[in-house]
Structures are given as structure tokens and as C-alpha cells.
Nanobody, 125 residues
Framework: QVQLVESGGGLVQAGDSLRLSCAAS????????MGWFRQPPGKEREFVAA????????YYADSVKGRFTISREYAKSTLYLQMNSLKPEDTAVYYC??????????????????WGQGTQVTVSS
């Protein structure tokens, strides 16, 4: 089992930066693929970024590529999402997720087994 707790969200202006953190607990956390998803108001949850447990494979949604960076601190069992040049379109509840089952794609919501409760990111223009 894995428990995930997000933090770091808030209200910022366009162009600002935020770093989200996801603290994880679980004996096999280091072997889990990890990802970030977001759910804008009134819309479905969508993929943001993901990282293979080995650190060898990363994937970003086109909308955040070049602005967001996903990273993982294995010793602290923490996943990060550094968000730069934030836009109003980035406003959403951000969730971290983990999975123990291998899948070719890192971007599918249904492939992930564990989810945090989310943290709100609001970007004003």
C-alpha cells in the first residue's frame, strides 16, 4: 500500500513559480512509477507529468513541457513538481499518483493505483 499527501499549492499570479510536493509512505515506494495529474474546474482529470521509478524515463504533457519539471527524492520518498511560468490555464487541483503495475504509457489515469487528495493551484492573470 502507498499513501500520498500533496502540498505546496496556492494562489499565484501568471508568470510565478510553485513547487508541489508529494510525500509518500509504503515499503515499495522506490519501485513505483509516479505521476502528476490535474483537474481543472468542470473538466476531467488530465495528465501532467510522470517519472519511471528508475528515473530513466520521464513524460510531460505538451501543455507543460518546458515549464514543469518532475523529480523524485528517493531517500525522502517524495515526489516534486516544479512549475515555472505559470499560466491561468494551469489552474486546477493537482494530484500525485503512484502505480506498481507496469504499463507502457505513463499518462493514463486508469493505470494508477494510488492517489493523493490533491492540492489547489490557482493562477490569476
Amino acid at each position: 500500500q502507498v499513501q500520498l499527501v500533496e502540498s505546496g499549492g496556492g494562489l499565484v499570479q501568471a508568470g510565478d513559480s510553485l513547487r508541489l510536493s508529494c510525500a509518500a509512505s509504503g515499503r515499495t515506494f522506490s519501485n513505483y512509477d509516479m505521476g502528476w495529474f490535474r483537474q481543472p474546474p468542470g473538466k476531467e482529470r488530465e495528465f501532467v507529468a510522470a517519472l519511471r521509478w528508475t528515473g530513466a524515463g520521464t513524460y510531460y504533457a505538451d501543455s507543460v513541457k518546458g515549464r514543469f519539471t518532475i523529480s523524485r527524492e528517493y531517500a525522502k520518498s517524495t515526489l516534486y513538481l516544479q512549475m515555472n511560468s505559470l499560466k491561468p490555464e494551469d489552474t486546477a487541483v493537482y494530484y500525485c499518483a503512484a502505480r506498481s503495475k507496469y504499463a507502457d504509457s505513463l499518462a493514463k489515469v486508469y493505470d494508477y493505483d494510488y492517489w493523493g487528495q490533491g492540492t489547489q493551484v490557482t493562477v490569476s492573470s
